[in-house]
């Protein structure tokens, strides 16, 4: 059974960070890429970063919004996925979700993501 389990949210200052995980079970790490999205209230979910775990054209992909500010990088003997966010604004206040697709596509931004993980709030105080 493939499983993401995704942690590591919390309230936190505007300025401040946060260092969001996936770990990921049930399935061949460096055969997909780990995309972490976000979802707020009213609004659509959206692509944060995203990684492929085993080298594929993809590579790292950061959202316009979060260049600069955001890092992803992948333990792929702990089968995990860190997403690095500093200088934390009110509007990246969102749930955020790690979720999984096999590495077919040279676009994460495009491509199907199969599996997905529970999400974890994020709230960024002003």
């Known amino acids: 059974e493939v499983q993401l389990q995704a942690s590591g949210g919390g309230l936190v200052q505007a300025g401040g960070s946060l260092r969001l995980s996936c770990t990921g079970s049930g399935f061949d790490f460096e055969d997909y890429v780990i995309g972490w999205f976000r979802q707020a209230p009213g609004k659509e979910r959206e692509l944060v970063s995203c990684i492929s775990l085993g080298g594929g054209s993809i590579g790292i992909s950061n959202a316009d919004f979060v260049k600069g500010r955001a890092s992803i990088s992948s333990d792929n003997a702990k089968k995990t996925v860190y997403l690095q966010m500093g200088s934390l604004k009110p509007e990246d206040t969102a749930v955020y979700y790690c979720?999984?697709?096999?590495?077919?596509?040279?676009?994460?931004?495009?491509?199907?993501?199969?599996?997905w993980g529970q999400g974890t709030q994020v709230t960024v105080s002003s």
């Open positions: 979720a999984a697709g096999l590495d077919l596509s040279d676009s994460g931004m495009k491509m199907t993501y199969d599996y």
